[in-house]
């Protein structure tokens, strides 16, 4: 996964406000967090930054697929254990029977579940990281040796 | 709901969505079940001498190979259904032959122990609902049985247990190396050189009985109290700690009777492995290693690794194992000087080598029947789509009709 300052490194570095943030820097989180494309810097579309811009835009290709809280699950690196599935404390409380106790899921409500033996994740809005109230829960990530979940 | 049989944890709770008579889709199965539902990459075909031909004419060569031996054996069997063993038990003492099953090389002493009841056992729902100290010694629980943490053993809330694994329960794992489920443990994991259990328990026992420990004093005494302190404590014994200590397995014992509370389950890989075990203890009071000479004679010789390397046996029936790939490279040689016989629904490489090769129904896919789950639990299979392959089962009643 990118850093700001690895994104920042490759941008024009002239805060020149044309994307409406008020630095580059601001411009590189933005980036990073999905709320603004590369499209919208223009210095970094004349010729001269042809190659910062493939540079950059390789980098952000592994976030491309991140859902709204930023999730996103690598299938190559998922066993399919289901640790995160009855770890997650929104399947616990939505699942009592179910996810909580280890068993399959039993209702829709669930974040997680396993397909193929891969995990996949649906649901999001009720992920604590989304919304008004949201914390920075690690209750999916810390269960999963093999870092098959990544929030970005 | 159907039952997996990618481990020996046997998963009741898989949803396959079969269409057109294919799995196409299924749910809660991790990758290895998942896998096994998907079935082969290679399916075998029936074949003599390399030659392609129909299922009778093989059942029928290899009857006739079997009967004609002076002393076959007959291996295999960890991943065949209850049913299957019980014909090959049959078929063993029709044809005076060795019986040996893949535990010869794997959990089958530990499991001799727990069928004679030298200590204490559980099952895998009362360590979901009460254990609260896990201990994976020597196994890698994660990745061979990917849905025992979160299953049974250490996420799940139990009726005990309502906390789970945030507050209630302690996972612990020893090993030689850091594995995944030794990543899971974290601060209690403990390393140990190769070997080293033996020298873990004995200063375990030390700690536990007042005397400070000859090594690593403050670490083997934290774990020590750890230990005591458990009101359900278990001891997942992995392949790694039954290797290190198979010559004194009763210091391992003599732990746990020091620790009232602690229970012992053997970590084991195929899915029916201990349902053989205990199919032939029932039979003859031995877990593996048979041979039937009009009684049934127990003896390390006849373990499949020294039955070749001694090269006593004249003729092999391979049900549903790989023992090219699995066994020593230096026992190797006769296999490739003897007629073998493979049951298998997929190309191995032992089919590779096999006079003759039968194809056989995937059991709990393509063929039910039952099985035994690593705590002695006996779990049906389902069928889960149909074709014309032959069970496991019925492929050794047809072949002793024969013989």
Redesign the interface.
């Known amino acids: 996964m990118p850093t700001v300052m690895e994104l920042y490194q490759l941008l024009p570095k002239t805060n020149c406000k044309k994307c409406g943030e008020s630095t580059c820097m601001a411009f590189a989180v933005a980036l990073l967090s999905r709320k603004k494309n590369i499209s919208e810097c223009t210095p970094i579309l004349e010729g001269s930054f042809k190659k910062q811009k493939e540079k950059l835009e390789s980098l952000l290709l592994p976030t491309a697929g991140a859902e709204e809280t930023g999730m996103i699950v690598h299938p190559e690196l ?6 995160c ?3 997650c404390p929104v399947d ?1 409380a939505n699942d009592p029977k179910g996810a ?6 039993t209702n829709d409500k669930v974040i997680f ?6 995990v996949i994740a649906s649901n999001i809005k009720e992920c604590r990281r989304f919304g008004k109230n949201r914390v920075l829960c690690y209750a999916c990530i810390d ?1 999963c ?2 870092g098959a979940i990544e929030f970005v | 709901m159907v039952t997996c049989t990618g481990c020996a944890l046997l998963c009741e709770d898989i949803d396959a969505v079969v269409e057109n008579n294919r799995i196409k889709e299924t749910r809660n199965a991790c990758r290895r079940g998942a896998a096994k539902f998907r079935g082969c990459k290679n399916r075998l075909t029936p074949s003599v001498n390399k030659k392609q031909t129909d299922v009778d004419a093989s059942i029928k060569k290899a009857a006739e190979l079997l009967k004609t031996a002076k002393s076959p054996m007959l291996f295999g069997w960890s991943n065949s259904t209850c049913e299957a063993q019980a014909k090959g038990i049959q078929a063993a003492k029709k044809l005076n032959a060795i019986i040996d099953d893949t535990s010869s090389f794997c959990q089958g002493i530990l499991i001799e122990k727990v069928l004679r009841k030298k200590f204490r056992t559980c099952s895998l729902e009362d360590i979901r609902n009460q254990a609260d100290v896990l201990v994976y010694w020597g196994s890698d629980a994660q990745d061979s049985e990917p849905r025992h943490l979160s299953r049974f053993s250490y996420f799940p809330r139990g009726e005990a247990r309502q906390r789970g694994y945030e507050e209630d329960r302690t996972a612990i794992a020893i090993d030689v190396r850091e594995s995944n489920t030794a990543k899971i443990c974290k601060g209690h994991f403990y390393r140990i050189p190769l070997k080293g259990d033996r020298e873990l328990i004995l200063a375990l026992t030390d700690a536990l009985s007042g005397k400070v420990p000859a090594y690593d004093t403050k670490r083997i005494l934290e774990l020590a109290n750890i230990l005591k302190k458990a009101e359900f404590g278990v001891i997942f014994a992995g392949i790694g700690l039954t290797y290190s200590i198979k010559d004194e397995l009763d210091i391992l014992v003599a732990l746990t009777d020091r620790l009232s509370n602690f229970h012992i389950l053997p970590m084991v890989g195929h899915y029916n492995m201990r349902g053989f075990n205990e199919n032939l203890f029932k039979e003859t009071g031995f877990v593996n290693r048979v041979r039937f000479d009009g009684k049934a004679v127990h003896d390390n010789k006849y373990a499949i690794v020294e039955a070749l390397r001694q090269k006593a046996i004249d003729a092999l029936l391979v049900v549903g194992s790989d023992p090219l790939s699995s066994l020593p490279r230096s026992v190797l040689p006769h296999l490739a000087a003897i007629p073998v016989i493979c049951i298998d629904p997929c190309v191995t490489l032992t089919s590779k080598i096999a006079t003759v090769t039968i194809p056989a129904a995937v059991s709990g896919v393509e063929s039910g029947g039952s099985a035994v789950r690593m705590d002695g639990r006996v779990i049906e299979l389902s069928k889960v789509v149909e074709n014309n392959y032959l069970s496991d089962a019925e492929i050794l009643a047809r072949m002793m009709e024969g013989a």
């Open positions: 998922c066993t399919g254990c289901g640790n599935v009855v770890a616990v909580a106790i280890g068993c399959a899921p579940r396993v397909v193929d033996g891969k269960p040796p093999t």
